[in-house]
């Protein structure tokens, strides 16, 4: 897992004490680097950690209880620059906590649209795990359900020939009603909002490219290994390249409606005095934009360029 | 890390509150936790033996609410309970529901799935959740199996509407809120007890009890158009049913009672994926479409443009035609 900065809100800084206590507890001596890399923060925030800890304790009236109430790292080992923490004691938070209910609820969403993506094997581990976080819960009803839509099933094939490493063969639908087959590495499944995508290294096209799962007219599971070499640039959270959308907008819509776009990755550059949002975002090109601006038909306005402007005006009467 | 008025920054007040709650089985009423409390001390020792004060006093409940926001189960006990004296009241906290169940252990292919769960949320106002119950989880100390990356899911949460429903819900706060209904272009202001969420047909739905109407109303997050305002603790003869369940089984019946019927250009990008949202056309050569609102309905198609027809029902052509006439408003004519 790529270290995450995190950003470190308070609330985030006592859940990572509160759960690396009980880590370091079953893993010491362990060292810092490692530490930081298992829960995806960086170096220096758990070295302010175990530095911080080492003053910590339960209090009693006359401050941190001595004897048996203090943390106690050995601090040579850790001030050596080897960078290893041993912890000999912990009076207080060896346990892990609990999750929230809202913690519980957000994992538990999470899973069931991983689920839904999923070949059968990894369902049923789904299954299995699903049951342990709501038991470990304690009640059973939740106050949220999420039902996702059963997925194109390529999403399905290509899930399952992702970790496999093999490739796959689909025939794409493109937007203009052409179609070609095309041979993909599969490298990545986006479900962003409610549609599906598959990214992956098209070989007719010798690059990246994303592709709407609901485009995929028929797939293949080919027996071949993949053979890109390198995943690592096809982790970045955009799913277009700025190659693929070389059509810059500017656009405007009521903040309300911003949350609707985020998958365009938008970038505000303005508010107007009525508290519009005028954003700047990429397209494909005419068709790419149309379908933006009907996410909230006639709240989401194009505002330049104006050949854009013109295109959208026009498909709006041609039809019929 | 943000330091407080005392010198004492929040983490280090909540942290060692948590630690000596721990320490303390029988946990520790108010005075005597301010007494002893860096970042609550330094004030409380000045004070006069009777004398109280409201800043400690919002401190202590805000930092209250952070705790249990954080899963961190903070009891109150009363000793003399007919006396409902604040001042006999401890606050405890018990190591067992503290603790993640023993007896639940993950394998490093379950924490792994864990983990991409948890980033479905990454870019919502949930994404602070997520992240604490991965960093919970991780203690457990398995690292996840890495091999591959394969599903990236976000919802479309961000925006604090969706955080400030859930932050209702498990608070049973009601919510003001602008609601914007989707055959509407006028607001109305709604006051409403939250009871559930649903993601069900790709729209997240959230049933309440509507405070101003006295009953039951299902609204579309998508729709509620401004941040909502927590109000005030609702007490809710009915709670404890499971709202998620009626939610679910309301929103069915919805989308099967109503069936539009849509004709799409043979092999056209509207028909291949129509096809794949909503099955074969039938022999007709039109696709039959479950929806739960119409005006909603017509938002989704409209994108296809020239290459659908609509049939049925009657009015569902006409809500498109609108859709285009104000698209083109929109874009006809000089920018303003």
């Known amino acids: 897992m790529s270290p995450r900065q995190l950003r470190q809100e308070s609330s985030d800084i006592v859940t990572l004490y509160m759960s690396l206590v009980p880590f370091l507890r079953e893993n010491s001596p362990v060292s810092v680097a490692d530490t930081a890399r298992h829960f995806g923060v960086s170096q220096k925030i758990i070295i302010d950690a175990v530095n911080n800890l080492y003053f910590m304790g339960p209090f009693n009236r006359s401050g941190v209880i001595p004897g048996g109430g203090m943390f106690d790292f050995d601090m040579d080992l850790f001030d050596e620059g080897r960078g290893d923490i041993l912890v000999s004691q912990t009076p207080s938070l060896e346990r892990t906590p609990r999750l929230s209910a809202q913690e519980t609820t957000t994992i538990l969403a999470g899973l069931q649209i991983l689920r839904a993506a999923s070949e059968p094997e990894t369902r049923d581990v789904i299954d299995s795990l699903v049951k342990k976080i709501s038991a470990a819960r304690g009640s059973n009803s939740s106050p949220m359900i999420v039902k996702p839509v059963t997925p194109p099933p390529v999403i399905v094939e290509a899930s399952a020939a992702i970790s496999e490493g093999h490739q796959i063969r689909i025939v794409y639908a493109n937007p203009d009603g052409s179609q070609t087959e095309r041979t993909i590495d599969p490298l990545r499944i986006d479900f962003v909002g409610s549609t599906w995508y598959l990214r992956g290294w098209c070989h007719l096209r010798e690059a990246r490219r994303t592709f709407r799962a609901d485009r995929v007219i028929s797939h293949e599971h080919l027996d071949s290994a993949i053979s890109t070499k390198s995943t690592e640039d096809l982790l970045q959270d955009s799913l277009f390249d700025e190659s693929d959308t070389d059509l810059v907008a500017t656009v405007s819509m009521p903040a309300w409606v911003f949350p609707f776009v985020s998958d365009y990755d938008p970038k505000l550059i303005d508010t107007t005095p009525s508290g519009d949002l005028v954003l700047e975002v990429r397209f494909a090109g005419v068709r790419n934009a149309v379908r933006f601006v009907c996410r909230h038909p006639g709240h989401i306005r194009v505002l330049e360029p104006e050949s854009l402007r013109n295109a959208i005006a026009q498909w709006a009467v041609s039809r019929g | ?336």
């Open chain 2, 1 to 336: 890390m943000a330091v407080s008025g005392s010198g004492v920054t929040r983490e280090k007040r909540l942290l060692g509150m948590i630690m000596t709650l721990l320490y303390y089985p029988h946990g520790l009423t108010k005075n005597e936790l301010f007494a002893c409390l860096e970042g609550y001390s330094e004030k409380f020792n000045s004070l006069r033996p009777s004398e109280t004060d409201q800043g400690l006093e919002r401190q202590f409940s805000r930092d209250k609410s952070e705790l249990r926001r954080l899963g961190i189960p903070i009891e109150t006990v009363s000793e003399y309970e007919a006396l409902n004296d604040n001042q006999a009241t401890r606050y405890v906290i018990r190591e067992s529901e503290y603790e993640f169940p023993k007896d639940i252990l993950f394998s490093a292919q379950e924490l792994s799935l864990i983990e991409r769960a948890a980033d479905a949320w990454r870019e919502g106002s949930m994404g602070r959740e997520s992240r604490h119950a991965l960093t919970k989880l991780r203690s457990l100390g398995l690292p996840a199996d890495e091999s591959r990356v394969g599903v990236s899911l976000s919802f479309n949460t961000s925006g604090d509407v969706f955080e400030r429903v859930q932050e209702a819900i498990d608070e049973s706060k009601s919510i003001d809120f602008s609601y914007l209904k989707p055959d509407s272009s006028t607001p109305e202001q709604r006051k409403v007890l939250p009871l559930a969420l649903l993601f069900r047909f790709n729209q997240w739905h959230m049933y309440s009890f509507d405070l101003t109407r006295e009953d039951f109303r299902t609204f579309l997050i998508s729709r509620i158009i401004s941040v909502p305002r927590l109000g005030s603790v609702v007490e809710f003869s009915q709670s404890g049913k499971d709202f998620a369940q009626i939610l679910a089984s309301e929103v069915n019946r919805l989308y099967s009672e109503n069936v539009a019927i849509v004709e799409a250009d043979l092999n056209s990008d509207a028909f291949v994926r129509l096809r794949s949202m909503f099955g074969e056309p039938w022999d007709d050569g039109a696709f039959r479409i479950n929806f739960s609102d119409l005006a909603l309905l017509a938002d989704q198609l409209s994108e296809f443009g020239h290459m659908i027809r609509a049939s049925s029902p009657a009015s569902l052509q006409s809500e498109l035609d609108a859709r285009f006439a104000r698209i083109y408003d929109a874009h006809s004519g000089g920018a303003e």
